[in-house]
C-alpha cells in the first residue's frame, strides 16, 4: 500500500522529500549552482525544538504517515504551504488525482474537502492512474493543481484544476472548475507547474509549456496562441525568476518527448531559460541552455540570483 508521509522539523526544516544517490556533487557553471544531494528540504520559520531535529509538537513524533488500516492508498508528488501555515499536499488518492491539506500541527484538516481530503475525477481519468503533479496556493487561497494522466488508461492530456479554499471544485476555472488541453493536438502529460505572481499558471511536460489566464484559457500572449515548445523533453521542476523568466530542468531517460527529436537531450541533466513570453532566452548559458545534475528533480532561485538544482547522480 502507498503511503503518504510528511515531516515537520524544528527551526529552518519543514518538508523533506529523500532522494537516493549513488553519489553526491556540487557544481557551478557561470554562476549556475547545481547541487546533487541526497534530500531536497524546504525552508520555513523557527519552530520550538532542537534544531534539524523532528518537531514532536507536529504528527505523531514530527511525521504526519496515512495509515495502513486506512481504506485508501496515498502517494505524495507536490506540497505547498499556505500564508496561515496550513500544508497542502498533491499526489494520488486511491488511483485518483488526489490533494489533502493538513493543521500546522500535522492533523488532517476536517474543514477541508472530505475529512481533509480531496479527489478530482477529470475526463482523462478513465482506469484511475492520475496524479497530482504540482499545487500552487492563489493570494485568494484558492489551490491550483496540475494534473498528469500518463499512467490513466484514458487519453493523456494537460489537465488543470482549481480548488475553492474549502476543498471544492471552482466553477469560475474552466468547465467546472478543470482545463483539459491537447498541446498541438497531440496526447501529452504534465510535469510541473507553477503560479507566476499576477496570477497566470504554468503548465509544463513532454517539451510543451501551457500558460493560462486566471480563467483557465490559454494566454495568447504566450508561446504560439499560449502554447510554448522547449528544448528540454520531459521536465522535472519549474521556478521562475523576479523578472518574468522561466527556468525549467530535465533529466533521465525521458518518455517521449515532443518533438521525438528533443527526447534524446533529456538523457543529460540541462537547465534551460525561457523569456517571459515563452520564446527560449539564448543569452543563458550557451544559447539557452546549461548541464545539470543527470537526475535534476528540484530548482530553486536564491535571492542573490543564483540557481540551486537537486538531484541525484548515480554512479
Do not use: H
Amino acid at each position: 500500500m502507498k503511503r503518504v508521509a510528511i515531516g515537520n522539523y524544528s527551526r529552518r526544516l519543514k518538508v523533506g522529500f529523500a532522494l537516493r544517490a549513488g553519489s553526491m556533487e556540487f557544481w557551478r557553471i557561470s554562476g549556475l549552482a547545481c547541487l546533487a544531494s541526497a534530500a531536497l528540504l524546504v525552508w520555513t520559520a523557527p519552530a520550538m525544538a532542537q534544531a534539524g531535529q523532528l518537531d514532536p509538537t507536529f504528527g505523531t513524533a514530527g511525521l504526519f504517515i496515512t495509515q495502513d488500516t486506512q481504506s485508501f492508498d496515498a502517494r505524495a508528488d507536490a506540497v505547498a504551504v499556505q500564508s496561515d501555515g496550513r500544508i497542502v499536499v498533491g499526489g494520488e488518492i486511491s488511483s485518483l488525482a488526489g490533494v489533502l491539506r493538513l493543521n500546522t500541527n500535522g492533523t488532517l484538516d476536517s474543514s477541508f474537502g472530505s475529512g481533509g481530503m480531496v479527489t478530482i475525477n477529470v475526463p482523462s481519468g478513465l482506469g484511475g492512474g492520475v496524479q497530482v503533479v504540482g499545487v500552487a496556493i492563489q493570494s485568494d487561497g484558492k489551490i491550483v493543481a496540475g494534473i498528469s494522466t500518463i499512467n490513466s488508461d484514458g487519453e493523456q492530456s494537460f489537465l488543470l484544476a482549481r480548488l475553492t479554499a474549502a476543498g471544492s471544485l471552482d466553477s469560475t476555472l474552466g468547465s467546472g472548475g478543470i482545463v483539459e488541453t491537447l498541446p498541438f493536438g497531440l496526447q501529452l502529460s504534465p510535469t510541473v507547474l507553477a503560479l507566476q505572481p499576477d496570477g497566470r499558471i504554468l503548465l509544463a511536460g513532454d517539451g510543451v509549456m501551457a500558460r493560462y489566464n486566471t480563467g483557465g484559457q490559454l494566454d495568447q500572449s504566450f508561446g504560439s496562441a499560449g502554447l510554448a515548445l522547449l528544448i528540454n523533453g520531459r521536465l522535472t521542476a519549474i521556478a521562475l525568476q523576479p523578472n518574468g523568466q522561466i527556468l525549467v530542468a530535465s533529466g533521465g531517460p525521458a518518455r517521449d518527448a515532443f518533438p521525438p527529436s528533443f527526447d534524446t537531450l533529456s538523457v543529460a541533466g540541462l537547465i534551460s531559460r525561457y523569456n517571459a513570453n515563452g520564446s527560449l532566452d539564448t543569452t543563458f548559458a550557451a544559447s539557452g541552455q546549461a548541464a545539470s545534475v543527470p537526475t535534476a528533480s528540484a530548482i530553486v532561485v536564491q535571492s542573490d540570483g543564483r540557481i540551486v538544482v537537486a538531484g541525484s547522480v548515480i554512479s
